[in-house]
């Protein structure tokens, strides 16, 4: 049941972004602030690039971008109310100037991740803000954007009725998503509480920090968690990573018995922990420009590191790392696309940034698959102990009762003979 409503929320979702949208037109052109001082009367006679709709992207970035929209509402178009939406929330500083034909300036708007989340006007993830319109003339908005990590902004004007359709799905898929670490997370204290095995604690500490890490990137941890902290605002995605890395890792070597099987991979993974340790101090000190990079290139070098130290215990003979295999597989591509849309290396914006949400959500399923084939190998195993013992205990038994039988046997003629002598 839970299958079919996902599949077909993935249905109503694909359905609803190529369903044709009542936007207004637009000419979009942009232009780099190498010193990240300019103003906007500075700006406006600066020389911009003329760019394509859609997703802005320009990879890892420490410069500040601005984007000129020209825009041309008609008169049936100013009796519906509009909005400037930027579907991406990690995005440092966001700034909002709209100005009439008179060059006029109607509204200036500061936002942005690092300010104060109950200063947008719409209490959501992303970035959402009116546009007031003076007439049916031309406007121009201009947008100032600057961010220590991926620069990508996709951005879109659209009126309320498609406003409205676009945010009920995103937000049903989410619940879906971080349903499914719940289920998991209890899943796994029950489990502890009734085997007493270490590996679902670890497993627990692994699905936690993953939550923490998706909470992160997707914006909600700031909306609705810890948005009133600035300091956890900013660092949170770089120390999730280097969190996350960690107690995987930690999961991994504990579950698959890496100490057992492949010892000189073991040695290799626990100096990656160091790493992972020493990289989570540096996240709270040093820029974050720099981390940032580091955690991308992590996001893709442990997924294969992991997945590679599967296959090799595998091969051992440790018939549940096969789920353990395909879990990571499924987490590698997904970290894989998503990494390479983020340093602008490919396109896809949309469907690469939730790539690596549905290979996450098959991994946690494959892993707690894994445990679960752990726990009934481990039962098989005893109870094949058992059987062989009790196989053992009943040809022990069967010989001992064999024994005194003869022995019985040797006792009744020897009294036979002790009778039979006394009579004659």
């Known amino acids: 049941m839970l299958t079919r409503f996902i599949f077909l929320s993935l249905l109503l979702f694909l359905a609803s972004s190529l369903e044709a949208q009542n936007e207004l037109e637009y000419e979009l052109s942009y232009f780099e602030d190498k010193t990240n001082k300019l103003t906007l009367n500075e700006v406006r006679n600066a ?5 394509h709709k859609g997703v802005q992207s320009f990879g890892i970035v420490n410069t500040a971008y601005w984007f000129k929209l020209d825009i041309r509402p008609v008169q049936e178009q100013l009796l519906q109310h509009w909005w400037v939406k930027i579907d991406y929330p990690p995005l440092d500083y ?62 879109s004007l659209i009126d309320t009725h498609a406003l409205l359709k676009q945010q009920y799905l995103p937000v049903i898929i989410s619940g879906i ?44 941890g700031v909306a609705y968690i810890w948005g009133a902290y600035p300091w956890i605002v900013e660092h949170a995605s770089a120390l999730a990573t280097s ?7 930690l999961f991994s ?20 922990m160091y790493f992972c340790l020493f990289l989570t101090l540096a996240a709270t000190f040093a820029p974050y420009h720099y981390v940032i990079k580091i955690d991308g290139l992590l996001s893709i070098f442990a997924p294969i590191s992991l997945f590679i130290t599967g296959v090799l215990v595998f091969k051992k003979g440790y018939r549940p790392a096969r789920f353990y295999i395909l879990g990571w597989f499924a987490f590698l591509i997904g970290c894989i696309l998503f990494s390479l849309n983020k340093f602008n290396i490919i396109g896809g914006f949309h469907l690469m940034n939730h790539a690596q949400q549905i290979g996450s959500a098959i991994e946690m399923v494959m892993l707690s698959w894994a445990l679960g084939d752990r726990v ?15 196989a053992i205990l009943k040809r022990r038994l069967k010989k001992g ?15 036979r003979f002790a009778a039979l002598g006394e009579m004659i």
């Open 94 to 155: 966001i700034d909002y100037y709209l100005l009439d034909a008179k060059d006029k300036l109607l509204k200036h708007i500061h936002s942005g991740e690092l300010r104060p989340f109950e200063a947008r006007e719409v209490s959501d993830p992303s970035f959402i803000h009116q546009l007031t319109f003076s007439g049916a003339q031309n406007h121009t908005l201009y947008i100032r954007v600057q961010t220590e990590g991926a620069l990508q902004v996709p951005l």
């Open 376 to 390: 009934k190998s481990i039962q098989d195993r005893y109870l094949q102990k058992a059987n062989n013992l009790n």
């Open 253 to 272: 070597r504990n579950f698959l018995n890496t100490s057992i099987y492949i010892p000189k991979m073991d040695i290799f993974l626990k100096y990656l």
């Open 47 to 51: 020389s911009f690039t003329p760019h």
């Open 401 to 415: 009762l064999e024994a005194e039988r003869r022995k019985d046997k040797i006792m009744i003629q020897q009294s």
């Open 243 to 249: 969190i996350l890395t960690f107690s995987a890792i």
């Open 177 to 220: 998503y971080y349903g499914l670490f719940c289920i998991i997370a209890l899943y796994s204290i029950v489990i502890l509480l009734y085997t007493r095995d270490i590996n679902y604690f670890y497993y627990l500490v692994f699905v936690t920090t993953f939550a923490f890490w998706q909470l992160s990137l997707d914006g909600v």
